[in-house]
């Protein structure tokens, strides 16, 4: 929850010595100006320790590439200028000025793709109205992610929280919802003013919890004397609105924007600004935020996936002591990122869902060639009385390789068995070595896991002990 006042710090804030890389000794804050000097050598009366000596040569590697803070390459970050942005970021403030001048602004609903850049243009509004003096203490932003803060309860909790005064006001856990609700009314009637309340990723919220709660935060002001309280919801999803009660739909849709997806180009001006900010001149090969911004339009326009790649090129080429940033390092960060993807998206498997995709590449990884569902129910049956559990039924076990298969990990293909048979087989999409992992993470799979030397797992292979997988 972010409060008016529990602003986190904005980087263009920091003094200029803050912005100089660990090497520079100077107080120039013109980039073109700096030199890339070597760190000097810290004086020390006793000989350094071999592990200084490492993090020395660590740091000086990193001082090659590195102009400003990391940070900047952070996806919290908030830049000076958004490209692109605008005319979207003109519309969000001119709906909300009304707040200024002490009137209720029209509730809004922002939608758009992910990475189109929602959350930073409302962020952005909101440090442009924090720094008018004449907000001061009439009009306050509350923010709230509902993708972590996604139930009734613990929505109404967390606003009414950030605007307590003592410890003693706070809600705790276990009141009923409606008396939550009624303590929130009462802090947000207790100082008077605009309230201008952001609910980002409100889609979430209502996919999880359904829109009462939207209703009651919705017709708010009808119970409030001294304050009130304009919604800001933010949804990926563009269809959410179809999914609300017709009265909520018409409260919160009063004002509606719509953030287009970025092209490669407009992706390319949003690189181009960063890497300005944090990298030394001439240390991005040309052509580098140029493959950033066309993997990320292939992926539907996402300005953080192409953060993403950038920031993960960087540190790859840094790790590798490179004197540059080349489009090598955005192609072997590209895998990373997938790698990355891949991984998280078999975490969040049921653990069932898990052991089968587990018995599935056990077997293809054996073979390497395609697997017979027939084979696939057999092994994951196998694997699931060696980990006593019992198995699902094969219905299931069929939903649940259509669910691999639309996720992207499997992949069904029909194969001609001669004489015109065909038959289907399931062969892999993924790096079975570094999928494993993941999979053996889940504590109902742990059996299959023995540990080994420090920093390695064994995964055992039941169906041929001597075959084990090292990760
Ligand atoms: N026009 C832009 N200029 C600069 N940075 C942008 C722009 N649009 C998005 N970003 C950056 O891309 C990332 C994703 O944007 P975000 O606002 O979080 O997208 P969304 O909320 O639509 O998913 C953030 O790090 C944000 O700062
Ligand atoms: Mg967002």
Redesign the pocket.
């Known amino acids: 929850m972010e409060g008016e006042g529990t602003d986190r710090p904005r980087l263009e804030k920091l003094p200029d010595t803050a912005r100089m890389s660990p090497g520079s000794t100077g107080s120039y804050t013109d980039r073109a100006s700096a030199p890339a000097l070597p760190i000097p050598e810290p004086p020390s009366r006793t000989p350094p320790s071999s592990s200084t000596n490492v993090i020395d040569a660590v740091l000086r590697g990193k001082s090659d590439l590195f102009f400003g803070s990391r940070e900047i390459l952070?996806?919290?970050?908030?830049?000076a200028?958004?490209?692109?942005?605008e005319e979207q970021t003109r519309k969000v403030a001119e709906i909300l000025v009304p707040a200024l001048r002490g009137d209720l602004p029209s509730n809004l609903l922002i939608y758009?793709?992910?990475?189109?850049?929602?959350?930073?243009?409302v962020q952005q509004v909101r440090h442009e109205f924090q720094r008018r003096p004449e907000a001061e203490g009439k009009v306050t932003f509350l923010a709230v992610n509902c993708a972590t803060i996604d139930t009734p309860y613990s929505l109404l909790q967390t606003i009414g929280n950030s605007l307590a005064p003592t410890e003693s006001d706070r809600i705790p856990t276990g009141w009923s919802l409606d008396r939550v609700h009624t303590a929130l009314r009462d802090q947000i009637d207790r100082k008077g003013g605009i309230y201008l309340l952001v609910l980002?990723e409100i889609d979430r919220l209502v996919a999880r919890s359904g829109d009462g709660v939207l209703y009651t935060l919705a017709q708010i002001n009808t119970e409030l004397s001294r304050s009130r309280v304009a919604l800001i919801g933010?949804s990926?999803d563009l269809k959410f609105t179809s999914h609300l009660d017709a009265r909520v739909r018409s409260r919160l849709n009063e004002e509606k924007l719509v953030?287009p997806p970025?092209d490669a180009a407009m992706l390319e001006d949003?690189l181009q600004?960063?890497a300005k900010e944090v990298f030394r001149e001439g240390v991005v090969d040309s052509g580098v935020i140029k493959r950033c911004a066309a993997y990320a339009t292939l992926e539907s326009g996402d300005?953080?996936r192409a953060?993403a790649l950038l920031r993960l090129a960087a540190e790859i080429a840094e790790r590798e002591h490179a004197k540059r940033i080349t489009s090598e390092h955005v192609v072997k960060a590209k895998s990373r990122l997938e790698l990355d993807i891949i991984a998280e998206c078999c975490r969040t498997l049921p653990s069932q869902c898990k052991i089968l995709l587990y018995s599935i590449l056990q077997m293809y990884e054996r073979r390497r060639a395609g697997v017979l569902t027939g084979e696939v129910y057999e092994a994951y049956s196998r694997l699931c009385q060696r980990l006593g559990l019992e198995p699902l039924h094969s219905r299931s076990i069929s939903n649940y390789l259509s669910e691999l298969e639309n996720l992207g990990l499997i992949r069904a293909v029909v194969v001609s068995r001669g004489r015109g048979g065909r038959t289907r087989e399931i062969v892999v999409d993924v790096p079975i070595a570094e999928t494993f992992p993941a999979l053996a993470e889940d504590p109902l799979l742990a059996p299959l896991v023995r540990p080994r030397g420090p920093g390695q797992t064994i995964l055992t292979n039941f169906d041929n002990p001597d075959r084990t997988f090292t990760a």
């Open positions: 952070r996806e919290s970050y908030v830049p200028r958004l490209p692109h942005r758009g793709k992910i990475g189109t850049g929602k959350t930073v243009v980002d933010i990926n953030f970025y949003i600004d960063r300005a953080r953060l």
